[in-house]
């Protein structure tokens, strides 16, 4: 288990690199959800204190908006008034860390609004935390639709926003 109150000097960083970024949980619930779900398996490896230490690296040295923004033959940009393939989105990581790497993109579709969202990207690393690898096969569509080659998926930044409000991307929620 995760304990915050142990890693109380990595706790700004954690929120500024790894933030949960929607209503559901807590950031100290979410981080110990990440422990137990993907770090303890390299436990044998990284101390919790380790893992969470390259979490932060790994994030400062992953910039997946500039990835998507200079993704070729067309940029993947927040806001555009277009959808974009499931495929580009995957190409244009799979561009930088390996083309040969499963990686995957999860979408959301909230109350009221039939397009699907961009919600997260699914990069893997090895159990040092430190070289990308492929992540586990899935056949799972994790709330995308099933053509990856149609532009159906909406990208949509959140600037200003501490949290996200579950049930609408429109809907932002300030930190106090």
């Not at 799972?140 to 600037?159: E, F, H, M, N, V």
Request: hydrophobic share 30%; net charge positive.
């Amino acid at each position: 288990m995760f304990d915050v109150v142990q890693y109380r000097a990595l706790r700004p960083n954690l929120g500024k690199y790894w933030p949960y970024l929607t209503t559901r949980w807590t950031n100290e619930k979410f981080w110990d959800h990440e422990w137990t779900a993907h770090g303890s398996c390299s436990s044998n490896v990284l101390t919790p204190l380790q893992y969470f230490t390259a979490a932060i690296t790994q994030s400062r040295n992953t910039n997946i908006k500039r990835w998507l923004r200079d993704a070729t033959p067309r940029p993947i940009q927040p806001l555009d008034s277009g959808l974009f393939r499931q495929s580009d989105i995957e190409n244009a990581i799979k561009a930088i860390i390996g083309i040969n790497l499963n990686i995957y993109v999860s979408c959301r579709q909230f109350r009221g609004d039939v397009r699907y969202y961009l919600y997260e990207i699914y990069i893997c690393l090895d159990k040092t935390a430190t070289n990308y690898v492929s992540c586990p096969t899935s056949n799972s569509l994790r709330g995308c639709p099933a053509d990856k080659t149609q532009p159906s998926i909406k990208y949509i930044t959140i600037s200003g926003a501490s949290t996200v409000d579950e049930e609408s991307p429109n809907e932002l929620i300030q930190s106090s």
